[in-house]
């Protein structure tokens, strides 16, 4: 794809356990097993899953938080993964992060102006001090601050106002694409709505490209344009937007679509109600992961472990089910809409 | 027409900081009967989880400061004395927390705090506690009960523990069940399995529900009557399709508005979502006019001076504003 700003290719971070007498590696966690995607510019990507799918890992491996156990990470062509540290720092503008909590990823003793002038700073951005002092003032206007907040200290704003500090310490860096992991998770509800248009805009203006993490799948569909959705460390479906919610091709997509309460008293929709808890990702189980839980399953899911593949045009999805015909396939057809009540 | 259950009039919980008095709730009645799920609802910081712990009376005296009354099947609760309320905490009226990790005694088997409550409360001896514990974990569709039983806190996952806090709560048979954000911390598809839970065991049960929250889709699916906190103060209640469907509070219209909708992109609504500018008022200042005025984008003069009073818009229908006798604009 030429238009792909972020490619990211059969990525794998295990974590190793460390226990025993000596301290040795007992085991690993197998946080992210076999994940590839890309992003164009200006697109939303979203990365959807439980706790514990790896969604977050994902993130901070692109954002070389630590380093990979295989795979590759393309930034605009260039393969970013392998690259020492001094040859990345330059690089490292370009991708920015969001994080959940804005409580605890702003410096307490940093004033509002301090922390959007360090990016700008540190990437010699700004030609003098005019020029940054206007940098700063630019970016409060951007998130809708006012501009005489910038001598403010992050425990006299409230979550929103925090939030909409961090995305402005993400812009100050100019960069091509914002990872926001779990960006409005942790706010309340009209706040978080602030958030989400202010994101939108945002992305409209400066075509910034986004890979959004998160759980919830309502916000996830009015942000995104395309969605993987993830389990145990693997991607099992891949889809624009409209396909995914109108026609889910993997059973834990259909789950997780029906499972989310819908605010609409009486709705009458098909539910599918999982089993069980997610499986521990330091012993995944042998064929699908899913298998334990999914409703579908057969012998050849215990066995084999499900490739991704497309089923429909840009539509990928790592399930056996697809080898039958269809009238023996539960997945065939669009059945979204009963799933989500949504008619 | 026979009291209802429950019956709470002009509670007010206040604490003392050292910069004033926290008006965390300022005011609210309202009634739940046998066997009914109310909702209530409301974002950080309005008064919800303060009003669930005064009802039973798990607030700290001082700084807190419970006023009103709490009719509990025609006893009122806040003047009982400490023995008496131990009777009917975790007996008549039982409560499930948010998060199932910290509510739970991790050095004490699973068993042991079943089996509390029944020991307590009914006497039995430590086998029968424990038997009784297997057969609650059943109820709540925990598998292999009788291992489970013998296990601690840690050893169960998020879903599980939060099973063990439903058992821990009905072992009892409660005439009321206070649940405060039940499954705010767990996944979407645990949350469908403990909202389904609970559905099913309403029937078998026959406990009425006070469910706390902030998730209308959670409110959507299982409450049948709906009460609106905002700083403090109910500003809306209504049956819940009625208030889903013709909000009349200009609040509760941008609640239901700025939440995203499931399948927006099936219908083809997927407009800008509604916001509500501004943010919630600090509770530390009396508020002379109506506690949205500051928010609100139909505010007038006699909002900022005058606080409203709940008035009844529709039938069972009542909200706190001035103007919302006009039909809602649908959210």
């Known amino acids: ?343 | 027409m026979p009291e209802p259950l429950l019956v709470v009039e002009n509670l007010q919980t206040h604490f003392r900081t050292p910069d004033g008095v926290n008006r965390a709730v300022d005011g609210i009645s309202f009634h739940v009967d046998a066997g009914e799920t109310i909702a209530v609802v409301g974002e950080s910081g309005c008064g919800k989880s303060v009003t669930a712990m005064s009802m039973l009376r798990l607030i700290p005296e001082p700084p807190g400061k419970i006023a009103g009354s709490i009719r509990f099947q025609g006893r009122d609760l806040l003047t009982m004395t400490d023995r008496e309320m131990r009777a009917i905490r975790g007996n008549d009226i039982s409560m499930i927390f948010q998060e199932p990790m910290t509510s739970l005694n991790p050095v004490l088997n699973v068993g042991r705090q079943i089996g509390e409550t029944l020991r307590l409360h009914q006497g039995l001896s430590a086998r029968d506690a424990e038997a009784k514990a297997v057969e609650m974990l059943t109820l709540v569709g925990i598998p292999a009960p009788g291992r489970r039983v013998r296990e601690y806190p840690h050893q169960l996952s998020g879903g599980m523990r939060q099973r063990v806090m439903i058992a821990i709560a009905l072992a009892c048979n409660p005439k009321l069940l206070i649940a405060d954000e039940p499954t705010t911390a767990l996944d979407v598809t645990i949350q469908a399995q403990i909202l389904d839970l609970m559905r099913d065991l309403k029937h078998r049960v026959g406990a009425a529900i006070v469910l706390i929250t902030h998730d209308l889709g959670v409110v959507a699916e299982v409450a049948e009557r709906v009460i609106v906190m905002y700083a403090g103060k109910k500003v809306e209640e209504a049956p819940v399709g009625q208030l889903f469907r013709n909000p009349r509070h200009p609040y509760t219209q941008g609640l239901l508005g700025s939440v995203p909708k499931l399948g927006s992109s099936l219908t083809g609504t997927e407009t800008r979502l509604a916001e509500i500018p501004g943010l919630v008022p600090s509770l530390k200042s009396k508020i002379p006019g109506c506690v949205f005025a500051s928010r609100c984008t139909y505010a007038t003069d006699l909002c900022r001076k005058v606080a409203p009073a709940l008035e009844e818009k529709a039938p069972h229908h009542v909200a706190a504003c001035h103007y919302a006798i006009r039909e809602a604009v649908a959210a």
């Open chain 1, 1 to 343: 794809m030429s238009g792909a700003i972020l490619e990211v290719s059969d990525l794998k971070k295990h974590f190793p356990i460390h226990g025993g007498f000596f301290g040795g590696t007992t085991a690993h966690v197998y946080a992210v097993d076999g994940v590839s995607f890309s992003i164009a510019k200006g697109e939303t990507l979203s990365l959807v899953g439980e706790s514990g799918c790896g969604k977050s890992t994902v993130g901070k491996a692109i954002l070389r938080l630590f380093d990979i156990t295989a795979g590759q990470v393309v930034l605009d062509g260039t393969r970013i993964d392998t690259m020492t540290a001094s040859t990345l720092r330059p690089i490292r503008r370009r991708i920015q992060v969001v994080f959940q909590d804005p409580f605890s990823s702003l410096n307490p003793r940093m004033r509002v102006r301090d922390i959007l002038a360090e990016p700008i700073r540190n990437f010699g951005m700004a030609k003098n001090r005019a020029d940054l002092e206007e940098r700063v003032a630019l970016l409060m206007d951007k998130v809708r601050l006012p501009r005489d907040a910038v001598n403010r200290w992050p425990h006299e704003f409230s979550g929103g106002q925090r939030q909409r500090i961090c995305i402005a310490r993400a812009l100050a860096a100019e960069p091509d694409i914002i990872i926001c992991d779990e960006a409005v998770s942790a706010l309340d509800v009209s706040v978080k709505a602030q958030i989400v248009n202010l994101l939108q805009d945002l992305q409209k203006e400066l075509g910034l490209a986004m890979l959004f993490i998160s759980h919830d799948l309502a916000i996830v569909e009015h942000m995104t344009h395309r969605v993987a959705v993830m389990y145990l460390g693997k991607i099992v479906e891949v889809a624009t937007k409209r396909d995914l919610f109108s026609a889910p091709k993997h059973p834990y997509t259909e789950a997780l679509l029906s499972a989310v309460p819908v605010p609409m008293p009486g709705a009458q929709r098909e539910r599918i109600i999982l089993k069980g808890d997610v499986p521990s990702p330091i012993n995944p189980p042998q064929g699908c992961r899913f298998h334990t839980r999914c409703p579908y399953a057969f012998d050849r899911c215990r066995k084999d472990e499900p490739a991704l593949r497309q089923t429909e045009a840009g539509h990928w999805s790592a399930c056996h089910l697809h080898d039958r015909p269809d009238a023996e396939n539960p997945l065939a057809g669009a059945k979204g809409a009963d799933l989500i009540a949504a008619h």
